[in-house]
């Protein structure tokens, strides 16, 4: 066995060689913005917003979309529109980024944090069937990282209980659920296109719906509560009659600069998506024939996969190592910084998501109770973040099918030299050093 780079030995990868960079944009993309600066129109529902719009709800097989200021904000107006508000629950996964139950309490709605799969990280359906009451009114169901949840038994709880399904698609630009897009599935849906997402431009969001009434409310909240003017119009609609009123809302609009970029990054998600899948699934295949790895499982009714992060886990009983340990001997092995980290922390110890520390939420000593984190259990996520699980950012399976066999090739040299991987100390899952320095 060679010696391990983290304590001293050659690495499987020279941090002379190139990897991929994130994000990437062209010089079509720079003359599209430099255009629309030397222009008079910069703010909302411009021509390249518009068209943006179309162009993704198009291909994501949705009805009807509209560019939104965040991923963040499109949760909020998601559930705005759909009239969910104070005291409602609404049911969310441990395991996701904290903006998928904070949108819930800036609505004064109760998130209800439910465990995930311990192969997915996605919802774990006959927890969330336990966890359905009178106040339940919607399913936020987050499809993480890489894999997706179980949309077609989702759908059949959502009818039996007649509540609302929201996608938080923020790591899904470009999947498909038996050839239909991810996002058109739901009754809203909610994306971010924030710079470390597969469709980015820096910032910004977007909301999908089935009906033109919700479109016509999305449009109103995400414009300061103005009704929607049908100049341009969009997706076929006319101002609508009888939707004239004004409502309580306020800015959440996007500009013509980031739609500029999210045109330019549309035109190549399709092929940019493909090639992720394709490296991924080789991945995976190599992972698999290591002992003490364990691939995520791919539903069969999966026809294309996008990833935010490629996710694996290792088998912390059977290694006796954790998560943290791992990803230092893999980090070094690959020259690559700290690309490969554990997943999210979940929901009821996160360091950011933090109710009880803003005083506007305190509405009535019930309802400061209902949104306590620490009042749910989430053994799976817990244990994904401390213990097993390992993810790493999108751009790592942009590169060549020499890279993933790299990939592969170290984290069999870290399992080979576990023994020496468990003297390695490991400080917040991304400062590490062996125990001996």
């Known amino acids: 066995m060679s010696k391990l780079a983290i304590l001293g030995g050659k690495p499987i990868r020279s941090s002379k060689e190139k990897l991929a960079t994130w994000p990437i944009s062209d010089k079509k993309d720079a003359e599209l913005v430099k255009k629309i600066t030397l222009s008079n129109r910069w703010s909302f529902d411009g021509e390249y917003e518009w068209k943006f719009a179309e162009a993704f709800t198009k291909y994501q097989g949705a009805k009807y979309g509209l560019c939104v200021a965040n991923g963040t904000v499109a949760i909020q107006l998601a559930l705005e529109a759909l009239d969910i508000g104070a005291y409602d629950e609404v049911i969310v996964p441990g395991m996701t980024w904290q903006a998928t139950a904070a949108a819930c309490i800036d609505v004064n709605a109760i998130p209800i944090l439910v465990d995930v799969e311990p192969d997915t990280w996605n919802l774990d359906l006959d927890k969330v069937e336990a966890c359905i009451t009178p106040k339940t009114k919607a399913i936020i169901v987050v499809h993480l990282y890489g894999s997706m949840a179980d949309l077609d038994r989702l759908q059949k709880i959502c009818k039996k209980y007649n509540l609302y399904l929201i996608e938080d698609c923020a790591h899904q630009h470009g999947s498909f659920w038996r050839g239909k897009g991810v996002g058109s599935i739901g009754d809203v849906s909610a994306w971010s296109f924030q710079e470390s997402k597969v469709l980015s431009s820096g910032e910004?969001?977007?909301?999908?719906?089935?009906?033109?009434?919700?479109?016509?409310?999305?449009?109103?909240?995400?414009?300061?509560?103005?009704?929607?003017?049908?100049?341009?119009?969009?997706?076929?609609?006319?101002?609508?009659v009888g939707m004239e009123m004004t409502l309580q809302s306020g800015n959440y609009r996007l500009t013509e600069w980031q739609?500029?970029?999210?045109?330019?990054?549309?035109?190549?998600?399709?092929?940019?998506?493909k090639l992720r899948d394709a490296n991924a699934q080789?991945?995976?295949?190599?992972?698999?024939?290591?002992p003490g790895i364990k691939p995520m499982r791919?539903?069969?009714?999966?026809?294309?996969?996008?990833?935010?992060?490629?996710?694996?886990?290792?088998?912390?009983?059977?290694?006796?190592?954790?998560?943290?340990?791992?990803?230092?001997?893999?980090?070094?092995?690959?020259?690559?910084?700290?690309?490969?980290?554990?997943?999210?922390?979940?929901?009821?110890?996160?360091?950011?998501?933090?109710?009880?520390?803003?005083?506007?939420?305190?509405?009535?000593?019930?309802?400061?109770?209902?949104?306590?984190?620490?009042?749910?259990?989430?053994?799976?996520?817990?244990?994904?973040?401390?213990?097993?699980?390992?993810?790493?950012?999108?751009?790592?399976?942009?590169?060549?099918?020499?890279?993933?066999?790299?990939?592969?090739?170290?984290?069999?040299?870290?399992?080979?030299?576990?023994?020496?991987?468990?003297?390695?100390?490991?400080?917040?899952?991304?400062?590490?050093?062996?125990?001996?320095?």
């Open 204 to 240: 910004g969001g977007f909301n999908m719906c089935k009906t033109k009434e919700i479109f016509y409310k999305l449009y109103s909240l995400r414009n300061c509560g103005r009704p929607y003017p049908a100049n341009p119009p969009v997706f076929g609609l006319k101002k609508p």
């Open 259 to 273: 739609a500029a970029i999210l045109l330019g990054g549309l035109s190549r998600l399709d092929e940019q998506v």
């Open 282 to 290: 080789y991945l995976n295949s190599l992972l698999a024939q290591i």
């Open 298 to 437: 791919r539903r069969p009714q999966v026809t294309q996969q996008s990833y935010f992060n490629f996710a694996f886990r290792i088998d912390p009983d059977e290694l006796k190592v954790t998560n943290a340990q791992f990803c230092a001997a893999l980090n070094a092995e690959l020259s690559c910084g700290d690309a490969f980290e554990p997943p999210y922390e979940p929901l009821n110890a996160c360091g950011l998501y933090k109710p009880l520390t803003k005083k506007r939420y305190k509405i009535s000593e019930e309802y400061w109770k209902a949104i306590d984190p620490k009042r749910f259990n989430l053994p799976v996520c817990t244990d994904a973040h401390t213990r097993s699980g390992i993810v790493v950012h999108h751009v790592m399976l942009m590169n060549s099918r020499k890279v993933m066999n790299q990939v592969a090739e170290a984290v069999k040299k870290v399992v080979d030299n576990i023994s020496e991987v468990r003297k390695i100390k490991a400080f917040g899952g991304r400062r590490y050093r062996p125990l001996a320095i």
